[in-house]
């Protein structure tokens, strides 16, 4: 659901780019097609050496591993949110724009690298035991179902949106995803005691429990927790700062995408 959620997000906001930036912004199906391949292979190779990576660190190598993918994937969105060319054009912007789509792919690696391996794991645990292989796999294919017809949803319904209005919401999904990473590496570091424990801001449990319907989607797509803590709070609020306070930010959103492209282009050809 996470992954699918993250990769609707970064299509829309592909798409709606392109009709900025014309072919500098342009990701060709080969270049999916090979960061699905990377990222399935890397989800196979990180679920085999599992039970080894755990041992890694004092027996927190897991979760330090899930934590680096978080860091890594945040280190991406916050570059993709400055490298994009935002008001004047160089010939640099080629560059920039081939260097902004490796980040979007690089997200979506380490996405799939990141859950793939969880479902792996998941299904090859009952591997084992024939009587409930079946139910557990049925089980598995209807929430895989299920998440990938959350993100289905969300891309149809963003691409559905006036472009203005399409292109600010994924904007602001995108700094609500950046935060959700950087308070899922204070908690998976705090839980291997590698970052001191902090008191709880505040618990929203009796109003949204994290086990709903409801608060999977929200955990999935900003991060709900109802019980955080103040350190990931803060970093919560970081996050979300570092993509608000971007050049892409500060240039699209007061801007009309329609009425944008054409000045941006003439900008472009003087």
């Known amino acids: 659901l996470e992954a699918a959620l993250l990769i609707s997000v970064l299509l829309v906001l592909t798409r709606l780019l392109y009709k900025i930036w014309n072919q500098d912004l342009q990701i060709t199906l080969g270049a999916i097609y090979i960061a699905a391949f990377l990222g399935g292979a890397g989800a196979w190779l990180y679920a085999i050496y599992t039970p080894s990576i755990s041992e890694w660190f004092d027996y927190v190598g897991q979760e330090v591993v899930n934590a680096s993918l978080h860091v890594v994937s945040l280190i991406l969105l916050i570059i993709l949110a400055y490298l994009i060319p935002s008001k004047h054009f160089s010939s ?4 920039q724009s081939r260097a902004a789509i490796f980040c979007m792919l690089g997200v979506v690696l380490l996405a799939l690298v990141r859950e793939g391996s969880e479902i792996i794991l998941y299904i090859g645990g009952f591997s084992a035991q024939p009587e409930n292989f079946s139910p557990v796999l049925f089980g598995g294919l209807i929430g895989g179902g ?5 993100g289905i949803f969300l891309y149809y319904t963003l691409s559905s949106l006036r472009h203005q209005w399409s292109l600010k919401l994924c904007l602001l999904l ?3 995803i950046s935060g959700n990473m950087a308070s899922q590496v204070v908690l998976l570091l705090t839980q291997a005691d590698w970052l001191p424990y902090t008191p709880i801001a505040w618990d929203t449990s009796m109003l949204l429990t994290e086990s709903s319907v409801t608060g999977h989607l929200l955990y999935a ?3 709900y927790e109802a ?3 103040w350190l990931q709070v803060m970093c919560y609020i970081v996050g979300v700062i570092m993509i608000m ?3 892409l930010v500060r240039t699209i959103w007061p801007a009309r995408v329609d009425g944008e492209k054409e000045n941006l282009v003439e900008k472009r050809q003087y």
């Open 227 to 229: 019980t955080p803590s």
């Open 146 to 150: 299920i998440g990938v017809s959350s």
């Open 92 to 95: 640099r912007a080629l560059l």
């Open 174 to 176: 995108l700094a609500l």
């Open 245 to 247: 306070v971007s050049p």
């Open 221 to 223: 797509l900003i991060g």
